[in-house]
């Protein structure tokens, strides 16, 4: 006697488990690496924007 095979699994986003990953968290999204670029970006932006206020060099200043 064959051993049962088991059925595939459906496609076309009927499967519930679809972007769902091994914690249950969603793996939809930007990469990690996405993430950090813009993180470390969005800091140099606020440092740079705070050492010309506090260098005397204020964006639009008159």
Known sequence: MDAPTPSPRP?????????????GGSTAGAPRWVKVFGSALIAALIVAFVLMHALGGAVGGH
């Open 11 to 23: 496609r076309g986003g009927t499967d519930p488990d679809a972007g769902v990953g091994p914690e």
